[in-house]
């Protein structure tokens, strides 16, 4: 999925171990896939067993700045913390 490889590239640019993100915002802006995206990521990364998980599905093109603020008001709340934030678009059915 092309968002593992964005998720890789992330991740080594700023250094950060999957297992030190705690807060996990996923939206994919038309449907609710199943499986969650998220459970996809949490597994793919392993990230911890403890870590905060929002999905947002089917809100529209608003769902990314939704997901950008709700993270900011959950890092605000655990400063010390770092989030993880995807943001999704279909572009076709077949995705």
């Given at each position: 999925m092309v968002m593992f490889g964005v998720v890789d590239d992330?991740?080594?640019a700023t250094g950060i171990r999957p297992r030190g993100i705690s807060i996990l915002v996923v939206n994919c802006r038309v449907?609710?896939?199943t499986p969650l995206l998220s459970s996809l990521i949490l597994n793919h990364y392993k990230l911890r067993h403890n870590i905060n998980i929002f999905n947002l599905?089917?809100?529209g093109c608003a769902a990314g700045i939704i997901a950008v603020d709700l993270?900011?008001?959950?890092?605000?709340a655990s400063p010390s913390s770092y989030a993880l934030v995807v943001s999704t678009e279909v572009v076709s059915s077949t995705w």
């Open positions: 992330l991740l080594q449907l609710n896939p599905g089917g809100m993270t900011k008001d959950l890092l605000c």
